[in-house]
């Protein structure tokens, strides 16, 4: 394996509740309670789209920049208490022993993985981070991990191995012909086996992870 390619959250990090949490806590802010079908509405849409349709049908009194603004403040208060997922940095110094060269690639905006990778101790491993917060919005196509590619200088897709948590992500990245390590997450939309019979590998664990394999 000459290059990797990480998403971070659900992947790396044990952090897919942040998501599932900053809804009702932005507005828990306000004194409002998130409806049920809050979450499942605006989980894959953009944080400035999510505020959107926060502000239409919640009614807060500001500004759609002030909401996202907030939105974020909330997101990263969250992201202080997220660990690592078992294994992750035993696998990532492996990694870095053999020379492979890594990125991470995330729907998460780059500020917040820079410093969630930070504090986690496992920032200078990377020699980038790709977002598509800030860019195309969301993983509903292979851009953000041919952008942290090509930031390896990797020509061939073939050659850089995804590893991600997120079913919608590993089609994406499939469709830019990168091979797809799938990575168990407890919040994943579809089934193990799903998961697994869309990717070239699967693991329900980091610790399951051997360069060897690769």
């Known amino acids: 394996m000459k290059f990797a390619i990480f998403d971070m959250d659900g992947t790396l990090t044990e952090s ?51 909401l996202v603004e907030e939105y974020y403040q909330v997101v990263e208060e969250l992201y202080e208490q997220v660990p690592l997922k078992p294994g992750v940095k035993k696998a990532l110094e492996e990694m870095h022993r053999a020379g492979v060269r890594m990125a991470v690639a995330s729907s998460t905006r780059a500020a917040t993985v820079e410093k969630v990778l930070t504090r986690l101790g496992i920032r200078p491993w990377f020699e980038g981070v790709s977002s598509c917060r800030d860019g195309q919005g969301k993983k509903a196509g292979p851009f953000v991990y041919q952008e942290a590619a090509k930031a390896l200088g990797a020509d061939d897709p073939e050659e850089v191995r995804v590893f991600e948590d997120a079913y919608h992500a590993v089609l994406s990245a499939k469709k830019g012909g990168f091979p797809v390590t799938g990575v168990y997450d407890r919040f994943c939309v579809v089934d193990p086996e799903t998961m697994a019979a869309a990717c070239d590998r699967y693991m329900n664990s980091w610790e399951e992870f051997r360069l060897e394999d690769y």
Not at 32 to 47: A, G, S, Y
Request: a negative charge; charged letters at 25%.
């Open 16 to 66: 897919m509740g942040v998501w599932e949490d900053a809804p009702g806590a932005v507005l828990g802010r306000h004194g409002l309670t998130p409806k049920p079908d809050l979450r499942p509405r605006i989980i894959e849409m953009t944080q400035e789209d999510g505020c959107r349709l926060i502000l239409e049908e919640y009614g807060l009194k500001m500004t759609l920049p002030q």
